[in-house]
């Protein structure tokens, strides 16, 4: 299996392969350390026009029920009307709205994020890893990535103060992504 890492030979729709991609979070608790986690069921796709990039686009639709940070109540709390609020909001939605190549393997991607009905553009800095043809003979790319977001401009303001001061989860959420895709028939 051989690598290339030239964008402009891309051209065609490519779906995220959940076994081979991850959607992470962080945040910090209690001021003094970071908790990861990641949604484990989602759909994503990415139209590729290597030669103009700008005309690329991406969406992804994150099932919130999926949540995992390894820990069970947490993830249930995670769930309930403090945080995702489930049974109303069930998907975490975002759909391109710009791909800026930057040089090199460097890209933004700029989109809507919809997270509890609440719609806000943010950009996420990504870089192409390269494409391949995997040993099953499907055309296979990567990226990754990451931005922030505060997670109070989404509507989700649960929190606690500490006894020394701070709070008991950040504002600051990281968003980390691992993106393997397949190339469409």
């Known amino acids: 299996m051989t690598t290339a890492t030239d964008f402009s030979t891309l051209t065609g729709t490519y779906n995220f392969d959940p076994?081979?991609?991850?959607?992470?979070?962080?945040?910090?608790?209690?001021?003094?350390?970071?908790?990861?986690?990641?949604?484990?069921?989602?759909?994503?796709?990415?139209?590729?026009?290597?030669?103009?990039?700008?005309?690329?686009?991406?969406?992804?639709?994150?099932?919130?029920?999926s949540v995992d940070t390894r820990q069970p109540q947490r993830d249930e709390h995670l769930r309930s009307s403090d945080f995702f609020e489930l049974e109303t909001y069930p998907t975490i939605t975002f759909k391109s709205t710009a791909v800026t190549h930057k040089?090199?393997?460097?890209?933004?991607?700029?989109?809507?994020?919809?997270?509890?009905?609440?719609?806000k553009s943010i950009t996420i800095p990504i870089e192409f890893t390269g494409a391949a043809k995997d040993p099953f003979g499907n055309d296979r790319i990567g990226f990754e990535g990451e931005t922030s977001l505060l997670r109070s401009e989404?509507?989700?303001?649960?929190?606690?103060?500490?006894?020394?001061?701070?709070?008991?989860?950040s504002d600051k959420i990281n968003l980390e992504f691992e993106i393997s895709a397949i190339k469409s028939a």
């Open 19 to 65: 076994a081979h991609t991850r959607i992470g979070f962080s945040a910090r608790h209690a001021m003094v350390t970071k908790v990861s986690g990641a949604f484990n069921e989602f759909e994503g796709s990415a139209t590729l026009d290597g030669a103009n990039p700008s005309n690329s686009s991406a969406t992804l639709t994150v099932q919130a029920a």
């Open 103 to 119: 040089g090199g393997n460097d890209f933004e991607v700029t989109g809507d994020l919809t997270i509890k009905a609440t719609t």
């Open 154 to 169: 989404y509507g989700i303001e649960f929190n606690a103060v500490l006894e020394t001061g701070g709070v008991l989860v």
